[in-house]
């Protein structure tokens, strides 16, 4: 039988770091409350668009499995917040990273969007479909978020990173999966303003409301990532003692915590990011991933469980034996272009943009931040 191990991982944070502090000089909160809420500190704003934060996420990948991008034969671009929708974006990464031969597609399913693509990658390869893919989880949630909004902007990052699978005869790779979408909840997390039905409605991008029942998101979240785990466990013969390590989503640390009470898992066997990146919906387990291989957290055959939840509510629980290697083959250089401003400035831009004067054209912005702002630099 064949199995798609997972053989590349690479991150990319835009440097900008936007600190509790640093937000309550803009809305009605202090650091004090977000961290006894949520366990976050800081979380990261791009200043370039989610495609060129992927890029970068991708190259390291490449190079941590040793492959050229010219070798994939699929790219999966998990996230909510995608530079374009028409063309896809992952045909835009496809561009950038000269993967030719790879077939691309976005997958959206909020934050769980890059474990739904790992789901999606992993059977192409299973059923011989195609034997080495890309699977990226990234998102810009800084654009569309309604920075006067202190329920909701005190929770977000942004961010990516990708996994390279290939096709192998050992048992690596993703196990297991349980999936589910509590729909009946859908409205409890809702941005108005992302989304066809806004277009030509005098929206433009970035004006955005959120719908944000956040006491609900918690316990549905809490419920199903528990439910979705232990479904996961007994479907693959395993308990909860059989892991080694929890890489869960990460929305807010009292989830984090209550789901492992709930399925028996300790906080010394769970990774965490959520202190210094906040949620960064499809990003967060991939960048979590990576930084818990990089710290030597994630050892040769070790069994990792990834619940996650998003708006939908779509929820997972991701059951994934590691292989023989956990240092890269090479690794990349790629870099993004440098930022000299603050993650305020990047702030700043994205406020004026819901100014009355700011709203008929991108042109209005400060500069030189709207052009990276406004414009995708997507390849032509
Ligand atoms: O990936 C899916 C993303 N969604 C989520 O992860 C959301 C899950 N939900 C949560 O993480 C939590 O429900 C929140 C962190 C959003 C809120 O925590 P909470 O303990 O449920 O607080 P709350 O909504 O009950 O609000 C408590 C108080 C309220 O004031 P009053 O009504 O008690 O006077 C809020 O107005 O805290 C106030 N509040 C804030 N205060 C300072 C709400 N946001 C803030 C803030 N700073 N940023």
Redesign the pocket.
């Known amino acids: 039988m064949t199995h798609a191990a997972i053989t590349g991982w690479g991150k990319c944070l835009p440097p900008a770091t936007l600190t509790n502090a640093d937000l309550a000089t803009i809305?009605?909160?202090?650091d004090d409350?977000?961290v006894q809420?949520?366990g976050i500190r800081e979380r990261r704003i791009t200043h370039v668009p989610a495609v060129q934060l992927t890029h970068v996420a991708a190259q390291r990948a490449l190079a941590c499995a040793g492959i050229e991008a010219g070798q994939l034969d699929l790219i999966v671009y998990g996230s909510c917040s995608a530079d374009e929708a028409v063309p896809n974006t992952a045909s835009g990464l496809q561009v950038l990273l000269g993967a030719k031969r790879a077939a691309a597609y976005d997958i959206n399913t909020?934050?769980t969007s890059f474990l739904y693509g790992l789901s999606t990658a992993t059977a192409l390869i299973k059923t011989g479909v195609v034997r080495t893919a890309l699977v990226v989880g990234v998102e810009y949630i800084s654009q569309y978020m309604d920075w006067s909004n202190?329920?909701?902007?005190?929770?977000f990052g942004d961010g990516a990173a990708a996994v390279v699978l290939q096709a192998s005869d050992r048992e690596e790779g993703l196990i297991g999966e349980a999936l589910g979408c509590i729909a009946d909840a859908r409205q409890t997390?809702r941005v108005r303003g992302m989304g066809a039905v806004y277009g030509n409605r005098d929206v433009m991008l970035g004006d955005t409301q959120w719908d944000?029942d956040?006491?609900e998101?918690?316990k549905r979240?809490v419920h199903g990532m528990s439910e979705a785990s232990n479904t996961v466990l007994a479907k693959c013969g395993k308990t909860i003692a059989d892991i080694d390590l929890l890489v869960p989503?990460q929305?807010?640390l009292?989830?984090i915590e209550a789901v492992g009470k709930r399925i028996g898992a300790s906080m010394d066997r769970t990774f965490l990011t959520v202190h210094k990146y906040g949620?960064m919906?499809a990003a967060t387990v991939p960048v979590a991933l990576v930084e818990a291989i990089e710290a030597g957290r994630v050892q040769p055959g070790n069994l990792l469980l990834m619940p996650a939840?998003?708006?939908g509510l779509t929820l997972c629980s991701h059951l994934v034996r590691w292989g023989e290697r956990v240092t890269p083959i090479a690794t990349s250089d790629a870099e993004l272009p440098p930022f000299e401003g603050t993650a305020l400035d990047l702030v700043g831009a994205l406020r004026a943009k819901k100014e009355p004067a700011g709203r008929s054209a991108a042109g209005s912005l400060p500069s030189p931040l709207a052009s990276s702002l406004m414009v995708p630099v997507l390849p032509r």
Do not use: K, Y
Not at 27 to 30: F, H
């Open positions: 809305i009605d909160t202090n409350w977000i809420r949520t909020a934050c202190r329920n909701v902007a005190v929770l997390l944000f956040g006491q998101i918690f979240a989503h929305a807010n009292r989830i949620n919906s939840f998003g708006a």
